[in-house]
């Protein structure tokens, strides 16, 4: 019951947040909102879902992880710039194939979003043990840094089974 009431009062919280107009009208929306939303979600949890994912991650390593990943993210964001607003636009664009060592299908959608979070880069398509990976500005560079973000990906996992 506690769970329940903690989700509804975050949903509301949310609501606020997002909306940012704190008038009698819209705070009783959202309140409302966040009730149905806690009711549907709870039928669901009884009646259709059995199947469930259980999430083994490590907190520290997954901040730290998500820290890092910005950091590549605005480094990417300036390489992407550079190539396009480069007068003779050196764009080199190449499908590779990049093998993934993770255990839990939660850390390769993690290790795959990684990747088309990163500009310049985009997971095409999921294959046993590897992702085909098209990117923008191709260079010998990207596997390395490639396989660190798997590596890190791989660290947050905590105990998989």
Known sequence: MLRTILTALTLFALWLLMSGVYKPMIIGFGVVSAIISVIVVRRMDNAAD???????????????????????????????????LSPSMP????????????????????FANSITLTPGTISVEVEEGEFLIHAVGYSSDDLDALAEMDSRVTAIEGDSK
């Open 91 to 110: 764009i080199n664009r190449h499908m590779f194939r990049i093998p993934y060592s993770q255990k839990t299908d939660l850390g390769q959608a993690i």
């Open 50 to 84: 059995t199947d469930r994912l259980e999430i083994r991650l490590g907190v520290f390593a997954t901040i730290a992880y998500w820290a890092w990943l910005m950091i590549e993210i605005a480094k990417a964001n300036w390489a992407v710039t550079k190539l396009i």
